[in-house]
């Protein structure tokens, strides 16, 4: 938790830590955006198959579910894994590094949980 | 680093964490959105002038820079102070929610950084 702005910026060189065409922000963009964060939170808790992300993922659309996992298997965040059963079982699980991610996400997940929960009422 | 997603989803007792209603997912949404990490994390380097964030966040534009700020302003993360100079000054920083929120950003920014470096050639 000690990385301080200046740290990180420093770590750039001579190029800025935020450049528009600087490729963190590209998979930044992929791990933070809205459904990326719920499926690895929710992967980070096992295997899942296609249907039970989709209930777990409340409201995803089968579209934005499957836009999510490629974005996130080419990354090389999640495995997926297709069984030769009829019909074929799909299942997907995140990489080692897919793990590490969400070590990251999660306390921030969790935070924002908390915060939620102390300043709207239900 | 300890928390999982069992602990999470325990948390909401009989409601799942990611219920399409909860308000925990708005808030996430906002400070997992592209240009609200960008800007907390510009933010967590010090208090900064609307011209300074233009130039530190590459590439936003003036109308999502103010969509952005008044977002995170009114979830309680960032200040914006006027000072009654000609012409008016205006400052934004981050509130203690703000740092606590960044403390948990720089280090999922971080690792996402350090990422991109060992995976995408330049």
Redesign the interface.
Known sequence: ?S????E??A?GGDK?????EC???????H????WG??VI??L??GTHRWGELRR????ISEKMLGTTLRTLEAD?FVHRETFGTVPPRVEYSLTN?GR??A???????????D???E??E?
């Open positions: 938790m990385v301080s702005f200046a990180l910026r770590r800025p830590l935020f450049s528009a490729s963190t922000r590209v998979v930044l963009d791990v933070t955006r809205k964060v719920l939170v929710v980070s808790g777990e993922v409340d409201g090389g590094r590490e991610l070590e990251r996400l999660l306390p921030l997940v969790e935070w924002v949980a915060y939620v929960g300043t709207v239900d």
